[in-house]
């Protein structure tokens, strides 16, 4: 069909060029992900250095990096919030008084926080048997 074999049309420069192009790009996916991974582990790190770091975990779905970003959000005291109670109101997942407990200088992000448990609930359906079956209760 005149373009010729395999072989030949591989030779080609322009396929020396973008094998090229493809290896470099590869290596740069490669140490990104690389990167990310010492990010995620020095996050875990951070969080298991917090001392609410046991109670966020054992929430189910809720992961280090999930824990991360609970922690952040609600400015990594709970005790500002006095009562689990009122952190749930806070982030307006109760019908709980909202005020932190501590002063209003704390530094807390109610959006983030809800974010945080919302998407600890969703991965809990997939990871917890407990979370399985309350939710196909509430279906029912």
Do not use: W
């Not at 992900?33 to 929430?59: G, K, P, Q, T, V």
């Not at 609600?74 to 689990?84: C, I, K, R, V, Y």
């Amino acid at each position: 069909m005149g373009h010729g074999t395999i072989a030949t049309r591989l030779a080609t420069p322009e396929h020396a060029t973008a094998t090229s192009g493809a290896a470099r790009l590869a290596k740069g996916v490669l140490a990104l992900d690389a990167e990310i991974a010492e990010l995620y582990a020095l996050i875990a790190a951070r969080l298991h250095d917090h001392s609410h770091a046991n109670a966020i975990e054992s929430l189910p779905g809720m992961g280090p990096r999930l824990g991360a970003d609970f922690i952040a959000a609600t400015g990594g005291d709970l005790a500002a919030f006095g009562t689990p109670d009122r952190l749930a109101g806070f982030a307006g997942l109760a019908p709980a008084p909202a005020i932190p407990a501590a002063s209003a200088e704390i530094c807390v992000d109610p959006a983030a926080i809800t974010a945080a448990c919302y998407l600890a609930a969703m991965a809990s359906l997939r990871c917890c048997p407990v979370s399985q079956r309350y939710y196909q209760r509430k279906r029912d």
